[in-house]
């Protein structure tokens, strides 16, 4: 979509958090995180938000892998919103959305927005909405299958207009590789999250740039650390500056800030290329892209 690309921030700051969880610990005897694993990614998300929260300027956004959050910790997970003043998005622990006769569960992840976001007030109260995940992995729905749950999907897609800070899509994990939805995101954003607990951290790594290419946007994986494997990418032309951020190495907790572009970006969406000295500083747009209206 166009935006007014004269009010648009330059850069925009978001904090990416790698908790350490351990699936087979945390899930391995029914859909719930167990008790040790919740204190354990508690901990970790505590630590790393106070970090943040000496940072200055602190971030914008503040993104957290898949299944991160116990459901009892939302709470606090709210005040952390309001005291970063930062959009918080995060995986949530599998819903049990079980009745009288069926066993059955949703995975979701969550977005808080503080009533105070980028240096202004934006509404009255803090708002939550939640974004359920479409597809099982394999993986995921033999574990659930051991355990006699069930999945129910959620088919829809969301964008998020963060005014200044340009638009942005949330896909959970699996759906990453669900073509028809990511391409529903060429020409309608700026930012792409990608929230996951995969172990196949390289395939993940390869679809993070081709879909930066495809749908040109800038693309956020923020991987569960047991694996390791978060990854930003953002369509520069030049590869040195391609790769904004990369972590390898498995069962670290880490967090990190980073600044990805914003009104270079949709400016290149809009006019085919800005000149950065002699060069274009975004690759080429792809075939047939087009700024949805």
Same mark, same amino acid.
């Given at each position: ?109 969550? @977005?808080?927005? $503080?009533? #105070?976001?980028?240096? %202004? ?5 803090? +708002? ?103 990854? @930003?990418?953002? $369509?520069? #032309?030049?590869?040195? %500056? ?5 972590? +390898? ?45």
């Amino acid at each position: 979509m166009k935006l007014p690309v004269s009010t648009l921030t330059e850069r925009l700051r978001v904090g990416l958090i790698q908790t350490s969880l351990d699936y087979e610990i945390a899930w391995a005897t029914s859909p719930k995180m167990s008790k040790v694993e919740e204190d354990h990614a508690v901990s970790e998300i505590g630590r790393f938000v106070a970090g943040f929260r000496e940072e200055k300027p602190g971030p914008d956004i503040v993104v957290m892998p898949e299944l991160a959050v116990p459901h009892g910790f939302l709470p606090r997970l709210r005040v952390m919103a309001r005291t970063l003043s930062a959009v918080i998005i995060a995986g949530l622990d599998y819903r049990d959305r079980s009745t009288a006769t069926e066993r059955i569960v949703s995975n979701e992840a969550v @977005v808080i927005v $503080p009533n #105070r976001w980028r240096k %202004r007030q934006i509404s009255s109260h803090t +708002s939550v909405r939640y974004i359920g995940k479409t597809y099982c992995s394999h993986g995921e729905q033999q574990r659930l299958d051991q355990q006699k749950y069930g999945f129910s999907g959620d088919n829809a897609i969301w964008v998020f207009d963060g005014d200044d800070a340009g638009r942005f899509g949330i896909v959970i994990c699996y759906d990453f590789l669900d073509l028809e939805r990511v391409a529903s995101y060429r020409g309608q954003i700026q930012h792409l999250f990608v929230l996951a607990y995969n172990k196949d951290i390289r395939s993940f790594q390869h679809a993070a740039e081709a879909m930066a290419r495809m749908v040109f946007c800038n693309v956020l994986v923020c991987n569960a650390g047991y694996y390791g494997g978060s990854l @930003v990418v953002s $369509p520069y #032309r030049r590869p040195e %500056r391609r790769t904004i951020y990369q972590h +390898s190495g498995s069962r670290l907790a880490t967090a990190q800030m980073i600044t990805i572009p914003v009104k270079a970006l949709h400016q290149h969406q809009l006019n085919r290329g800005i000149t950065a000295g002699s060069e274009l500083e975004f690759k080429s747009l792809p075939a047939g892209y087009e700024i949805q209206q």
